[in-house]
């Protein structure tokens, strides 16, 4: 075994190990509706556009580079997450083909694992739950259990401190956004890698600063797997 092997895995939830079939634009369109935005023309495709750039950010983070006023971000905000909450009894939630078998694979590999996300505490929760994945990983970590969401380091770090990790170069990082990639080279995280499952294309997670651009989380563990053999 190498002297230093990854002990921790930090991936990112929807996009990355959850197929929510697009719901976070569906739930921004009824946000940004509450928030007065116009329905339709230059400006709402401007910020949906906004929206696709930022994925993986979190969302009250969104809505005030948007609206530029404290109080209409955080009424969109508080509409965001609760027409997602909404839309995830509607549609059926499910997980990335193999995630779940993933991230057993690495726990049972001895690696943590933490799950994160850039929505709210609440609506991170209604996913884990509709997943039935309560106890999947050894910690779940929403923006404001770390201080700053996504591009900051604070989620990566926070998971690090928890699970009493000895050094960020034995941290691996794993997301579908350039915002996550940011977030695991921030943190100091020896693999940052991007998964082709979600937001972001290779050619921007690679420009990101990606170590490694992989199909899927399947891929991903077997890479940290490999490392630990």
């Known amino acids: 075994m190498p002297h230093k092997t990854i002990d921790l895995a930090v991936l990112d939830m929807a996009g990355t190990t959850v197929a929510d079939g697009g719901l976070v634009l569906r739930a921004f369109d009824t946000a940004a509706t509450v928030a007065g935005l116009e329905t339709e023309g230059p400006l709402r495709e401007q910020a949906r556009q906004y929206v696709l750039d ?13 609206l530029g006023d404290e109080d209409r971000a955080q009424t969109a905000n508080r ?16 997980p990335i083909p193999g995630a779940a078998e993933a991230i057993s694979a690495l726990r049972a590999a001895g690696v943590r694992v933490a799950l994160t996300t850039g929505f709210s505490r609440n609506t991170q929760d209604r996913l884990l739950d509709a997943l039935g994945w309560r106890d999947i990983a050894d910690l779940t970590l929403a923006p404001s259990d770390a201080g700053r969401g996504r ?14 990790i000895d050094a960020v170069d034995r941290v691996a990082v794993l997301g579908d956004t350039t915002s996550d990639i940011a977030a695991g080279r921030a943190a100091g995280a020896r693999i ?38």
Not at 81 to 94: F, G, N
Not at 203 to 229: D, K, Q, W, Y
């Open 151 to 164: 591009p900051y380091p604070d989620l990566v770090l926070t998971a690090l401190l928890r699970l009493r």
């Open 192 to 229: 940052v890698a991007g998964a082709l499952t979600g937001a972001h294309d290779e050619p921007r997670l690679r420009a990101a600063g990606a170590t490694h651009v992989l199909p899927s989380v399947v891929e991903f563990a077997e890479l940290i797997r490999a490392e630990r053999s």
């Open 54 to 66: 930022t994925m993986g950010q979190s969302k009250i983070a969104v809505f005030r580079a948007l």
């Open 79 to 94: 509409a965001f997450e609760t027409a997602y909450e909404e839309l995830i009894d509607e549609v059926d939630i499910a």
